[in-house]
């Protein structure tokens, strides 16, 4: 899967989607980015703090998926964005930001269909 253009085509989806990229394991991001014309809110190092606290958070997820089976998405919604994260695998985790009023579960839907199709 080429990581670079899963986070383009994810940008496309929809006008209201602000930032699509993927970290790894460090926190990093490796792939993707901000939409052109969008002002980042968090700095690169407030953002690799975030993104450590996501993987975290779904590192505490796995950790009962043998009985409730691995997660696919978390959303939250925060005042001045949503940020939705999906794992893409052990050491990768796609996450993605919107304006508050996205349609975030029909972003999910399509970039979730996007997953099935690229893997």
Request: proline share 1%.
């Amino acid at each position: 899967m080429d990581y670079d253009d899963l986070c383009k085509s994810i940008l496309d989806l929809d006008s209201k989607i602000r930032f699509a990229g993927i970290c790894d394991e460090s926190g990093e991001i490796k792939h993707g980015g901000q939409k052109e014309g969008i002002e980042n809110i968090l700095s690169n190092e407030e953002t690799r703090k975030s993104n450590l606290q996501a993987l975290a958070r779904w590192g505490l997820r796995n950790s009962l998926s043998s009985k409730i089976g691995r997660g696919k998405y978390a959303m939250a919604e925060y005042e001045k964005i949503k940020r939705i994260t999906i794992p893409l695998d052990d050491d990768h985790l796609l996450l993605i930001t919107t304006e508050v009023e996205a349609d975030h579960a029909q972003i999910i839907n399509n970039v979730l269909k996007l997953l099935s199709v690229s893997s």
